[in-house]
């Protein structure tokens, strides 16, 4: 075998692993409550949850439902190889949850005064993906 070649681009995109079952219930509109209690650590029900919060005026909810999806989102990035950088790609249909409650924490904290907690999740937001925060309405 030879020598290790160095990425010198930086670390490969991480992408999560396929949800069918909780992939297929989000899609059909299934209540995002009942999606988070088949699933709990399904980021994307969590993200819906904390955008159906935010739409209806209650950012403090919505920053609850936000924040847990994103921290059941980094633990399965973890679990999936990443280092606490590098992109995680949102073409990538199972990415999108932990990048959609990443978004809503931002806008969430941007609308409970959260100013640094705004920034920081935005900046995160364009690192993961420089697609996603367009692609969240957040540009």
């Known amino acids: 075998m030879g020598p290790?070649?160095?990425n010198l681009l930086g670390p490969e995109p991480t992408r999560l692993p396929d949800r069918p079952e909780?992939?297929?219930a989000a899609d059909g509109g299934t209540d995002p409550g009942k999606i988070?209690?088949?699933?709990p650590d399904f980021s994307e029900a969590w993200a819906l949850l904390a955008e159906r919060a935010l739409h209806a005026g209650d950012p403090v909810a919505a920053y609850a439902?936000?924040?847990t999806g994103y921290h059941r989102g980094l633990d399965q990035l973890r679990r999936s190889g990443w280092?606490?950088?590098?992109p995680v790609p949102w073409d990538h249909r199972p990415n999108q949850g932990f990048l959609r409650a990443l978004g809503a924490l931002a806008r969430a904290a941007r609308e409970i005064g959260e100013d640094e907690e705004w920034e920081r999740c935005s900046q995160f937001l364009a690192?993961?993906?420089?697609k996603a925060p367009a692609a969240l309405g957040l540009v």
């Open 4 to 6: 290790m070649v160095e």
């Open 83 to 86: 280092k606490g950088f590098g």
């Open 127 to 130: 690192d993961s993906d420089p």
């Open 65 to 67: 439902y936000a924040r």
């Open 22 to 24: 909780a992939q297929a």
């Open 36 to 39: 988070v209690r088949a699933y």
